[in-house]
């Protein structure tokens, strides 16, 4: 037989020792936060303790966004049939593409284009921005990261860009998104503000995370609103219901303040 | 057409202004961590800090167990035949079952039981226990929650016990599946120590989740486990290699602690 | 190392040389049509040719029902996020369960139950029925297999049942699933026509499938219908638009005939 | 409300009527092999005899390929764990993709760029294949559907081009296959033979179908096999075994043949 010996170096098992990337799992409960350990499982390092709290943030912030996003729709319709919930979670994680959810990559990757174009080109923020986004309307393309059909000053991008300039982490990123905004609102008969796609790409390029982990971002995040769903459809609602996308009624807890 | 309106409890979307539980989610931004905004979801108010901090504690637990369970290994299969994450995520999460990572709702039952059995009956813990042990034992059936083919003291189990205690959470569940291993060790010929799946469970039972819910936990934990593992696949690894399920070698970060 | 390997009585793979449960894939080929070919891996014997048309039947009878299943509905949610096709495809699967093409499982259950009461008791198939349907009553649970919400008469559950005739293959589950109907109908106040899930369970019966592979008739059947429906998303749709689960209408080929 | 009316053009549901592009559903059974059933749903047309058996025989072509390849052992991963059958099929779904059965959609885009480019600049087959072959060399890339790491006169491939013969369906696109593989046996150092991809992909283009529908028939095609080794994965092995991707034999039924 060929030697199928392979390498892994994220996580070490050993008889009553688990370690992730060097630190012991049981020396990290108690002392790292959720946010904290997936920093570092993904990025091979402990985060400082702002980051930490950044993390933290965005993961809250897209927690949940009600029963309209496609992702929850396709988590409760497998619910509604009897799915076991984890069939309905991964109905919900494959109704997360590039239309829903996908703009966080595509985000990151204009940044960092806009970035580049600025360093290699010594060109100034505004006009690398300029370059990049006439690009794109040339070619006949939206800007990912930037427009919502239902928000026009996004809560959750404002604090996030709030919150990196509190912990210290806004730099370069957060200049080119709020350049880009600026540019689009001057150019565009509509208001494209950015979203919270864009917000997290921003902040997640500040803390140097590649592009292709953008989504992944949305995903985990998002997990624990579509068992929330789940478990909705499975208690409040009959089987094989037809599932309206629109006609929903709020009825839970009225608004209140964390005190 | 019939009307097909529906009620929803969780999240109200507004234009600019989007609440969870009637929780503003920019307020809970920067104010609550993600575990305490998965509790808030998931239950519908806000956690004491302590429970806050157990909740973190259970999800870090829980993160990653390397490559040899069969979430991680569906996922990395799906991965090296060149599936997006999201179909990679789904293929993990659709290998979390009854066998895997499925433990933790059956060992809530056994738990619930033994507390409705000691209450109902007047009997003792020790009573109670023995008399539930017993009847897994009469239908040739292993208690869940208990022993682990590679850790004879899961240092995961071991902290979680601690950090109930020390977050005051610890009651009569920890007692029962406290009292449940010294049963089962008088009375078995091999160590059944409580694994991961049965602190977790305990803690649960602590507080006060739905049996249901208890895969959940196990399920939002592992997520940024597997993106690890898909990541390292995607970029380590030749597509289409012969994933052997026990020759790897961990060739990571050396043993290091939380400074 | 212990000694991992296993052993699989299916397909045998040799350079140059696939057979399954022993025939060589290329003499298969243009000799089986691909419902007999479904026969043999399943069952691991060739039908007889009347069998193979009555798969076929099967399979066709559930190849569609429209946009209005639970299981077109994901499968288009997903692919109006931008899915591949084998996302949504596989959404489509996970929203196949009990409450939705689950029947068939169930039905054959009862069907088997029904005989077992019948030689056991030596009763008639009436009283077999009458028992083994009281006991559903006395449950409040209904006869899985019987009743549609649109169909009084399911065109395909009557085709199927003509078609077992004409292929020889009905035989006593036929007629239980026939006494059923009349027991039903004589003793509910509301129609409960065998359906299409009834009428493949009876048939699957006559064939001598396990219950247990009941349901995946008609994963395999519905397969081709929810491939249509996905790609009609993809070119006809506009990405993430609110998909409603009534109000669409039917603009295709109008009726025809097969000359 | 705004209008969510929407328009399909598949199916047509009507009490007691069901049509798939104009044909009701009970006169295609007993009329119909599923094969031309899927023909017709996927082209909205009926096919011819011949064509039918050509569907026919590349489904039966790709039904199974023994337990080696991902999409199996992610199933059978899944069922290991406990998995309802539904979610072991997704599983193996999500695990085909462009490594694994995802040629068939590249092979038929260079069959028909290598068409366009013969009508297109006049050229003969020959040039023509030299032309888009060196292309794909120049850019370091493989030729997709030709070659495989078993296989070197893949029987699949054989019967699939002698039946496109007897089916009187073969064309161009036959022609421009057999080219490419003698200028890639001209060429190269190693055989390169067309492989079952790459006849799917040549029978395809020669009945007109999409590229886009190309690996839709390889899924069509195996899910029956998917099915039939997650039932032996769930009938003879025990439950989170260590599944070795190498170090199985067969012990299945001794070579014969139809008679």
Known sequence: MTDLTWQTAITKVEPN???????????????????QAIYLILKGELPTEKVGKMIDAMLVSSIDHGVSPPSTLAAITAASTGSAMNGA????????NKFHGGAVEG??????????VKNERSLSIEKSVESVVNDFRNKKKRVPGFGHRLHSKDPRSIKLFKLAHEYEIAGEYVDIAKTIEVYLEKTSNRS??????GALATVLCELDFQPSLGNVFFIMARIPGLVAHVVEEQTRQ????????????YDGKSQRTIT
């Open 89 to 96: 979670l991964a109905c919900g994680i494959l109704a997360i």
């Open 192 to 197: 494209l503000p950015i979203n919270v796609d």
């Open 238 to 249: 009959k089987p094989m219901r037809k599932i309206h996308p629109t006609a929903y009624e």
């Open 107 to 116: 985000c990151m990757n204009v940044l960092k284009k806009i970035a580049a």
């Open 17 to 35: 020792k688990i370690s992730v990337h060097g630190y012991r799992i049981d020396e990290m409960m108690g002392k790292l936060s959720f946010s």
